[in-house]
């Protein structure tokens, strides 16, 4: 079962976060804001900067907070890229003034990088909240995700991988779940076999908590769910499956009829696709 820690704590003591940021004024006024909220806080005034201490030997961050827009030999979101190069684990969150920026949405969409959220810029009490949730879910996640991962690095089944969801399930939302599902396949896209079963797994066991409910609303339909989240009834499977790839692209899905013991038909077409 996962051990849960406090938000502002990791397995080992107090989490350590790099703040990255070039104007000193709002540097210094994130960093003590993190401070008063019992983190251990670091700071960098460039994404040259930051790389650099990632890179140190002895670097141990729990989350890097990264502006996008910075002067010098490269912005934000190339030290993204050269900060998750090197370690996929160390989460980041984009702390900027240009969220609604399309431009830059779709620099981090295609340089592949996966990050916790973004945070707009100046930090004030709605989005302090916001960035608050975010460090906090990111540290939530990490023993979940090394749970997982440990479970997937020792011989097991797809009933294993279902117990252990299971019992994580008594514990955490579905959604935070498939979060932490989806950091296990970004991060390990070829070390597990057994991960092409993770989804399925979530798939079913949120069919499961589901079921009486769908029985009362959907009652001799098929329902179907992705990543743990339910994606729609209809009386044609072929058309109801179809309407999912149309929407999502290619992946493992659920799909089964709500009717009395008719049993679970799992859909895989195909199994996840390796980046």
Sequence with gaps: M????????????????????????????LATMLKTHGYSVESADSGPDAVTKVSEPDSEFSVVLLDIKMPGEFDGIEAACRIQARDREIPIILVTGFVHDSSYQERVQR?????????????????KDTLLHLIERALQKQPVRR??????????????????????NEEFEIAFLAAVIQDVLWMHPTEYPMADELFPGLNLLAYQSRKSELERQYAGSFVAFLEGEFKGADPDRNELIKTIYAQCGRTDILVTRIAVNEPVIKVRHPKRVIP
């Design 111 to 127: 340089a592949g990088l996966r990050v916790e959220g973004w945070v707009d810029k100046p930090i004030m009490l709605g989005n």
């Design 2 to 29: 996962a051990t849960a820690h406090p938000p502002h704590m990791t397995a080992t003591g107090t989490a350590t976060l790099l703040v990255v940021e070039d104007e000193i004024v709002a540097r210094n006024e």
């Design 147 to 168: 749970e997982i991962e440990a479970t997937l690095s020792t011989e097991t089944t797809p009933a294993a991988i279902q117990r252990l969801l299971k019992e994580l």
